[in-house]
């Protein structure tokens, strides 16, 4: 259209909006009057931001009038709640819900908070927490209040349905948008990867130029009739009853058959489905036809529902639909749980580890198990590292082999004697000193002592090959400290798991109802946490270079295996009826735990470890 003033322009939809007129009729109407659709569309939000503005406008000013009765409300709310906790003793706000912690009421997850205390590193002690009244436990231990504490969730979870629906009201939303059909958009929104921002920027600027890029026809384009009979373009088939056949915008008519069979097809193929095309040829030329001679309309999913009579087939379709629109979403990951078919919703800011409703905890970066508070990036050279792979090998073999002085190849000492023997080249040499054996005897101290070795030892000379050789071994003696502490403690989380099922076949066959026996629950899930935060510990621990940084975190790590083996042996070495008499004391070291293992990774996540990281691991330390 031509180019109108946008004063114009504006004042035309005040007056469309005014009338109640959808975003569609705007559109079209102001094709009439010659006004462009990237003209309309500014406006139109120009026309929203205002309204937005004027409606918080007159809720302020209602705020306002109303304000001096909410703090004579809030007053005496806060009168009420002093008084309640005086006769009940401290309690755990979790949102709505209430722990008391007298034992009475318990619906909450001490699991599920989100501190407002907020540490960072510090110069000294104090700010680790190594205080114990800083963590709910008294001299005498006695319980002492806890800070206040909101529910307060990183993710959220959908089942397939909900994201289903959403998908839809995508579709239904473009299809609006861009005065298309539902088919339309969504063929548009699954070339452009459901990335619906740039599809209507590239819409709006020029939609045929769209339209040929993704493969669809103007069936008004083509202007021709329709005859009560039509020709199937399969091979060897005749002409056919319009009822009994179809054809999508391009034109090109096929059987009902042909399509059920050639839509079976393609779904058997795999997901490409989704991007399944008219299979007609639209060059008439004869020759051998090639790849830019078939027709580009894509097969939009209406087609499918029609023609698709296989349910199996049908879910698979659906399914591949549903999990590119997923893909194509940056907030949206599948639970990688192979039998989970729930979709996890993220929330830019909080903890990346997520727990899915069917128990199964991952990151929703990189989506492997659990494994704060080490980066994925460290974890992933990490599991590289412990696995049977090129760089274990070449660690073992720097630490315990050396080079034959001829051939090269690579002996191990296996025996105290100094006299090397290479079955490959029949080469004979000292194992110290490396030069030929023909020239050692008993004026070179024989066969377990070398003097020119020695000699060299005094005068500082020593090889690049025994330094390399001294550095890797003290390498692998550090990687094997690490990884058996890694193991331990991924072997602590199976064993509370098992601890965690054997007090839930107790609590069944004791018929105790999960109300009464959900803090005890809390407690083994935040063991299970906490073992699996000082599994990944230790990775970080390895890689830290040696520091006050490295220092800090060592201290802030024995505390919470402190305070893990405190709850472990209270839990596990006590009957049920113990540990229900037990519920203070165990609410308490719950949220101690929890605090801890928080903490610790809050401190990883905030703090400057880049500079203190080392990727090719640290062999200077002191612990060791």
Not at 76 to 103: C, V, Y
Not at 114 to 143: A, F, I, S, T, V
Not at 496 to 513: A, G, H
Request: proline share 2%.
């Amino acid at each position: 259209g031509s180019s109108s003033s946008m004063e114009s322009v504006h004042n035309f939809v005040s007056s469309m909006i005014a009338e109640g007129k959808n975003v569609r009729d705007v559109i079209a109407l102001g094709a009439r009057k010659k006004f462009r659709p990237v003209e309309i569309m500014a406006a139109m939000q120009k026309q929203v931001a205002d309204n937005s503005r004027e409606k918080y406008k007159n809720t302020m000013e209602e705020e306002e009038e109303i304000s001096s009765d909410e703090e004579v409300i809030a007053s005496s709310s806060s009168h009420m709640q002093e008084e309640a906790q005086e006769k009940k003793g401290t309690s755990l706000i979790f949102g709505s819900t209430t722990i008391s912690m007298d034992g009475e009421d318990n619906k909450g997850d001490p699991e599920d908070v989100n501190w407002e205390h907020e540490d960072d590193w510090g110069e000294d002690g104090d700010e680790w927490g190594d205080d114990k009244d800083e963590w709910g436990e008294g001299e005498n231990g006695e319980l002492m209040s806890a800070p206040t504490m909101t529910r307060s969730s990183s993710f959220k979870i959908h089942d397939s349905s909900e994201v289903q629906r959403n998908l839809d009201g995508v579709i239904l939303k473009v299809s609006e948008l861009l005065y298309v059909s539902a088919d339309m958009a969504g063929c548009l929104l699954r070339h452009y990867r459901w990335d619906d921002t740039k599809l209507k920027h590239e819409w709006f600027e020029d939609q045929m130029k769209v339209k040929a890029k993704v493969g669809l026809i103007d069936a008004k384009a083509q202007g021709t009739s329709t005859p009560n009979e039509v020709q199937c373009l399969s091979w060897g088939h005749g002409k056919v009853p319009i009822r009994k056949a179809h054809a999508l915008s391009c034109g090109h008519f096929f059987c009902k058959s042909c399509w059920r069979k050639f839509l079976e097809s393609e779904v058997e193929n795999g997901r490409t489905c989704i991007f399944a095309r008219c299979p007609a040829l639209r060059c008439n030329k004869q020759h051998v036809h090639k790849f830019g001679c078939t027709c580009t309309e894509l097969v939009p999913s209406s087609t499918f529902k029609k023609y698709l009579k296989k349910a199996h087939l049908m879910k698979k379709y659906n399914d591949w639909n549903l999990q590119s629109f997923v893909e194509g979403q940056e907030g949206l990951k599948w639970c990688p749980n192979p039998k989970c078919t729930r979709v996890v919703e993220y929330k830019q800011g909080g903890e990346r580890t997520i727990e899915c409703q069917c128990s199964h905890s991952f990151c929703f970066s990189c989506l492997r198990p659990e494994h704060e508070p080490a980066p994925c990036d460290l974890v992933t050279k990490w599991l590289e590292s412990t696995a049977v792979s090129d760089d274990a090998t070449e660690l073992w073999l720097k630490a315990r082999t050396k080079t034959c002085p001829k051939c090269q190849v690579r002996i191990e000492k296996n025996r105290a004697c100094n006299h090397m023997h290479c079955t490959k080249c029949n080469h004979h040499f000292c194992w110290l000193c490396k030069g030929p054996w023909s020239k050692h005897g008993t004026s070179t101290g024989g066969f377990y002592v070398c003097k020119k070795y020695q000699e060299d030892l005094k005068k500082g000379d020593r090889s690049n090959e025994e330094k390399d050789m001294i550095t890797t071994q003290q390498m692998l003696q550090k990687y094997q400290y690490y990884v058996g502490r890694f193991n331990d403690a991924k072997n602590g989380v199976m064993l509370t798991r098992k601890l965690e099922r054997k007090l839930d076949q107790q609590f069944t066959k004791q018929n105790r109802s999960v109300e009464h026996t959900k803090f005890i629950t809390d407690a083994t899930t935040s063991l299970a946490h906490a073992r699996t935060c000082m599994q990944w510990c230790y990775v970080l621990d390895f890689y830290l270079v040696a520091g006050k940084e490295k220092k800090l975190f060592e201290f802030q790590q024995e505390l919470l295996i402190d305070h893990t083996e405190q709850l472990q042996e209270l839990v596990e070495t006590n009957t049920v009826e113990t540990l229900l008499a037990s519920k203070k004391e165990i609410l308490s070291k719950t949220t101690t735990l929890n605090n801890l293992r928080r903490r610790m990774i809050r401190i990883v996540k905030e703090g400057n470890f880049e500079a203190v990281l080392s990727y090719k691991g640290d062999s200077k330390s002191e612990n060791w």
